[in-house]
């Protein structure tokens, strides 16, 4: 999946990442997420989040290096809250760099 398609804040070193309309339009209404455990260190080339959807199957890889501060709890009970426009809930994880 292109960089295009997640969003990234950044405060204090930490990234929050989530699915942009156009990776969301991609990938259609989502129906199932793995997400990594908090702690785990990432690289970028890892995967940040594994996708169930309407259209595709993906493997999401990590924009940034660094470690798994938080997850979207919510999101692994009810994955289509990723579907939403508020990033305040929509967001996957959180990377400290």
Do not use: C, H, R
């Not at 804040?9 to 930490?14: A, I």
């Not at 989502?30 to 169930?52: C, H, M, R, Y």
Request: hydrophobic fraction near 35%.
């Amino acid at each position: 999946m292109d960089t295009k398609y997640y969003w990234t804040e950044e405060n204090n070193g930490e990234v929050t990442v989530g699915l942009t309309e156009a990776g969301k339009n991609e990938l259609g209404n989502i129906t199932f997420v793995s997400l990594p455990k908090v702690g785990a260190q990432l690289t970028t080339s890892d995967t940040l989040l594994n996708v169930e959807a309407d259209k595709a199957v993906s493997d999401i890889p990590s924009p940034v290096a660094g470690k798994v501060t938080a997850v979207n709890s919510n999101a692994v009970n009810d994955p289509s809250v990723l579907n939403g426009a508020d990033k305040a809930t929509s967001w996957i994880a959180k990377i400290q760099k």
